[in-house]
């Protein structure tokens, strides 16, 4: 080299490039203060501080959730926070190819809304990104901080919970589920934080068997029950009947192998006997004190009278009786689908989001979108302890019970944020010293530790004995 040639710094693409130093923190605050906006700003909540975000007029860039502009700020800062942005657009290749997939297939169809001029770009940022979004930056996250937004989760589930009942009670939404300007005041099931009666119900049920699961290690042992009561009573203002039942069931199965171990003579402890002793006259009292006053009967009146709800399941496939093949496949135009589904008598929608895609859509590109939200879940669930898969369950099954996730909406995020957080599996197994390591940072033990059961084994030396 000349003298006086300034030596060049390396061209850094590891995937293992670490941040600079004052960024973690950053990030780690932006992630909670996403989290926290996801779960208390509804569409009510900004209607009440002057953004139109459920309505058609207005801005357009009022459509789409804060929650999402600040994830996008935030996933940038992440980038940027690299001696080397490079080197984290490689560490999506590896370390995060689901997220990559689905994140690929979403702007796939963003462009084809866009080219074809067809409605739903805000589905894009606000249902499909944001999840993916939210996950890579999770991974980037400490333990410590991961805790922090857990507790934060448990408090604002529970104040959802409550604001739920409250309304019930004195018969008023404080920020009701509205169309521009119109309120739907004949829909009396409760809001609360989250702002759609459906995706309260959701979401309370996934928390539920969560917790029921073993997730949120952070929550104390004497809290859980009653943290679960709490929001199974929130769940009857809710409304919803599939997240309802299948909640209870989820409750059910959970509970049958220490029944049926009691059942052969298993012993149970002390503390245990006297907590059903207890709990049981208690439980069984105020289920019949609520039944009397009538606490059931928003729920009892979903079954008797769902509104064509059911039937709505059955009608929504003669649709595609009514569409040319051509249509099916790269989507029918918006106002002949509207128009079909209304002369069906389908005025609430389409009660599937795989069917409302196709028929929106085209089936192309919602083939290429479920792929890619398969690679995504599979990704976040390898990522996960064990006790998730209840909740994974769950939340599939509830979710293809009305439009869900092929609407606008932040349910996937919402549901995305909860599985990491409540079942991250460094927390509650990794507490010694190098427990603040990063998700990604695990990706890259050292070539001669095996894991086996959450702990970290030698690799034998030399040929195999056996």
């Not at 801005?59 to 940027?80: E, Q």
């Not at 005041?185 to 699961?213: C, F, N, Q």
């Not at 199974?232 to 069931?249: D, N």
């Not at 929504?316 to 496949?329: C, G, K, S, W």
Request: glycine fraction near 8%; charge should be positive; aromatic fraction near 10%.
């Amino acid at each position: 080299m000349p003298p006086g040639t300034a030596k060049l710094a390396p061209f850094d693409l590891s995937t293992n490039a670490r941040w600079r130093n004052p960024s973690r923190p950053v990030i780690a605050s932006l992630f909670a203060l996403i989290v926290g906006m996801m779960f208390t700003l509804s569409g009510g909540s900004l209607w009440q501080l002057g953004l139109n975000y459920e309505g058609i007029s207005g801005a357009m860039a009022s459509k789409i959730h804060p929650a999402t502009y600040l994830a996008f700020v935030t996933f940038g800062l992440l980038a940027l926070a690299r001696r080397n942005p490079a080197s984290f657009f490689v560490a999506l290749v590896t370390r995060h190819p689901g997220a990559l997939i689905f994140a690929a297939a979403t702007v796939l169809l963003g462009c084809y809304i866009v080219l074809d001029h067809r409605r739903g770009i805000a589905t894009v940022f606000d249902t499909y990104l944001l999840a993916a979004m939210l996950s890579i930056i999770a991974a980037d996250l400490d333990e410590r901080a991961i805790g922090r937004v857990e507790k934060m989760i448990h408090l604002l589930l529970a104040a959802n919970a409550l604001m739920a009942l409250a309304e019930y009670l004195l018969g008023y939404q404080f920020f009701p589920y509205r169309f521009e300007e119109i309120v739907y005041e004949w829909d009396k099931r409760s809001t609360a934080l989250l702002g759609h009666p459906l995706e309260d119900a959701l979401i309370t049920g996934t928390y539920i068997v969560m917790l029921v699961g073993g997730g949120g290690p952070g929550m104390p042992k004497l809290l859980r029950l009653p943290a679960i009561l709490l929001q199974l009573a929130a769940m009857v203002p809710f409304g919803g009947r599939t997240a309802l039942l299948l909640a209870l069931a989820m409750i059910a199965l959970s509970l049958a192998p220490s029944l049926l171990r009691v059942l052969r003579g298993g012993r149970m402890s002390l503390p245990a006997v006297a907590a059903v002793m207890v709990m049981a006259p208690i439980l069984a009292l105020a289920v019949g004190l609520f039944a009397t006053s009538g606490f059931f009967d928003v729920v009892l009146d979903r079954f008797a009278n769902d509104g064509g709800s059911a039937q709505t399941r059955l009608t929504m496939f003669e649709l595609f009786d009514q569409l040319p093949l051509r249509d099916i496949i790269i989507g029918a135009d918006s106002d002949l689908v509207d128009s079909i589904r209304r002369t069906h008598g389908l005025q609430w929608g389409i009660e599937n989001p795989v069917v409302r895609l196709v028929l929106y859509q085209g089936a192309v590109f919602t083939a290429f979108l479920v792929v890619g939200f398969v690679f995504f879940l599979t990704e976040v669930g390898r990522r996960l302890r064990r006790g998730a898969a209840m909740a994974f369950i769950f939340f599939l099954i509830v979710i293809n019970s009305y439009e869900s996730i092929s609407n606008k909406s932040i349910t996937l995020g919402r549901f995305v944020v909860l599985v990491l957080v409540m079942f991250d599996r460094r927390i509650g197994a990794s507490r010694e010293p190098n427990a603040r390591r990063t998700f990604a940072d695990r990706q890259h033990e050292p070539a001669n530790l095996h894991r086996l059961g959450g702990l970290s084994l030698p690799a034998p030396v030399g040929p195999n004995p056996l």
